[in-house]
């Protein structure tokens, strides 16, 4: 069964840092590509991180500057390391794995998307 944790959220002054961690675990997939989502109340889920097996990151204009994914393939761990918060950055962070879920042998896959139960981050005023 597989298991996408968030950690690290929690409430921070303006100008503060934080650094969400997620860790996937019960899979023998390979995982394609990790990322970070969020939420605000009232809001529709936005997309703030996201990076490929191969490194290649893709960040919400948003974020850009102030926020950095990274990734530990051998522990199928990502992180967002969040610099110079605004109180706009509040939401529940959810962290979305996605796995390669190989069929035959002739190499055919198919991807399946995993979701965490999120984080909270407020940033306070």
């Known amino acids: 069964q597989v298991q996408v944790v968030e950690s690290g959220g929690g409430l921070v002054q303006t100008g503060g840092s934080l650094r969400l961690s997620c860790a996937v675990s019960?899979?023998?997939?390979?995982?394609?590509?990790m990322g970070w989502y969020r939420q605000a109340p009232g809001k529709q889920r936005e997309l703030v991180a996201t990076i490929t097996d191969g490194g290649s990151t893709n960040y919400a204009g948003s974020v850009r500057g102030r926020f950095t994914i990274s990734r530990n393939i051998a522990e199928n761990t990502v992180y967002l390391q969040m610099n110079s918060l605004k109180p706009e950055d509040t939401a529940a962070y959810y962290c979305k794995a996605t796995l390669r879920i190989v069929i035959n042998v002739e190499g055919a896959y198919r991807d399946r998307e995993y979701w965490g139960q999120g984080t909270q981050v407020t940033v306070s005023s």
């Open positions: 019960g899979s023998r997939n390979r995982i394609n590509a």
